[in-house]
């Protein structure tokens, strides 16, 4: 899930959002490679969002689901989920590539992109859209919403039985395990509460422009809708910055990590 919010910020603001509108005409501006960094934009944040749908799941099934839990919660099933996730949505996400125009051609070389208006027009293109933004933010969010029902549900019944069950007991000793769970929620709510503020106004951008028929890659910067659009994706991207640093600081095992790390390179410049 880090691995694909970095690559979120990598290839989303970075290449896309830094280089293509502050080095125009650099190599990274010709319309294959201009293709390709916009095909990148669209797969990175859907695996983002998948991953985290994988992530509330995994919460699900180790909290609700004991009887399958040995046999799901396994390194070789999770190597299979993020390999499987990934290749459907690398393929999913192919139609990109067909759907811009070279901005400009000079010399015979074509430049730039631009919304392909055959495409998006078409009713194979609206229709890919419409399956696009359900496939990044409304089927995820979804998914997230029920499976979280599902865990406050089971959450709350074992808290019951296990306070009723401790209650008999004298004194007032910490219950590990009543930790453990409030850790594991805070993770899980904090992640999936960053997602759906974050990405909602996406989805409700994305509803509204694909009803008026519009669609952007190069607007005015002084067009409300460009602005609007341009905003949520700031969100979006916000979010990705987001979800490691909300992993990280609720894992003590990585925290410890990182003040091992730290320690060390204060040894090493001390010496």
């Not at 290839?11 to 650099?26: D, G």
């Not at 399958?68 to 949505?89: D, E």
Request: a positive charge.
């Amino acid at each position: 899930m880090a691995t694909t919010d970095l690559l979120v910020l990598i290839n989303n603001v970075v290449l896309y959002y830094i280089f293509s509108y502050h080095f125009p005409w650099s190599f990274m501006s010709l319309t294959p490679l201009c293709r390709v960094i916009i095909y990148l934009t669209a797969v990175t944040p859907d695996l983002s969002n998948w991953y985290v749908v994988c992530f509330t799941f995994d919460r699900f099934i180790l909290i609700c689901c004991r009887k399958i839990q040995t046999k799901y919660c396994t390194r070789r099933t999770s190597v299979k989920l993020v390999i499987t996730i990934a290749v459907v949505i690398v393929l999913k996400e192919i139609p990109v590539l067909f759907a811009y125009d070279p901005e400009q051609i000079i010399n015979k070389v074509h430049w730039g992109c631009r919304s392909s208006e055959a495409f998006f027009s078409s009713s194979a293109g609206t229709g890919y859209v419409w399956f696009y933004s359900a496939c990044v933010v409304w089927i995820p969010f979804s998914l997230i919403v029920l499976c979280n029902s599902l865990i406050i549900k089971c959450i709350v019944l074992a808290n019951r039985a296990r306070t009723g069950l401790r209650s008999c007991k004298s004194g007032n000793e910490s219950d590990s395990e009543m930790e453990n769970r409030k850790k594991s929620i805070i993770l899980l709510f904090s992640i999936t509460v960053n997602f759906l503020l974050l990405w909602l106004p996406l989805a409700v951008a994305l509803s509204v422009t694909k009803l008026t028929g519009t669609v952007y890659y190069r607007g005015k910067f002084t067009d409300p809708k460009f602005i609007a659009m341009e905003s949520v994706d700031m969100l979006k991207y916000f979010s990705c910055f987001l979800n490691p640093c909300i992993y990280a600081a609720t894992q003590s095992k990585f925290r410890a990590e990182l003040k091992n790390m730290a320690k060390c390179q204060w040894i090493l410049f001390w010496r």
